[in-house]
């Protein structure tokens, strides 16, 4: 059973920083690309970020790029997303999640794995 479990989420003022964990099982962790989302209320899910099998080419959508950052640990099974600068509009839940196809196919095709959302908002 795959199972992706985030963690991190929490409270921040604008202009702080959070890193999101998000620990994979049940899979063969370096097959798949990793991914981030979130969906905040009242708004579709929208992709954030991926990261190739070894951690090589990443995508970001351009409101995040400069300001966060993924990165992965193949052994510890563990994909992970630290949020800088952050603004009131990256208020969301975020989902972590695996996909087999590429970092930039994962912006369109669904993942094939979801975890259940850490919960991050930002106060002004």
């Known amino acids: 059973q795959v199972q992706l479990v985030e963690s991190g989420g929490g409270l921040v003022q604008a202009g702080g920083s959070l890193r999101l964990s998000c620990a994979a099982s049940g899979l063969t962790f370096s097959d798949y690309v990793m991914g981030w989302f979130r969906q905040a209320p009242g708004k579709e899910r929208e992709f954030v970020a991926s990261i190739s099998r070894a951690g090589v080419n990443l995508s970001y959508t351009d409101s995040v790029k400069g300001r966060f950052t993924i990165s992965r640990d193949n052994p510890k099974n563990t994909v992970y997303l630290q949020m800088g600068s952050l603004l009131p509009e990256d208020t969301a839940v975020y989902y972590c999640?695996?996909?087999?196809?590429?970092?930039?196919?994962?912006?369109?095709?669904?993942?094939?794995?979801w975890g259940q959302g850490t919960q991050v908002t930002v106060s002004s």
């Open positions: 999640a695996a996909s087999d196809t590429t970092t930039q196919s994962m912006r369109v095709i669904p993942p094939i794995y």
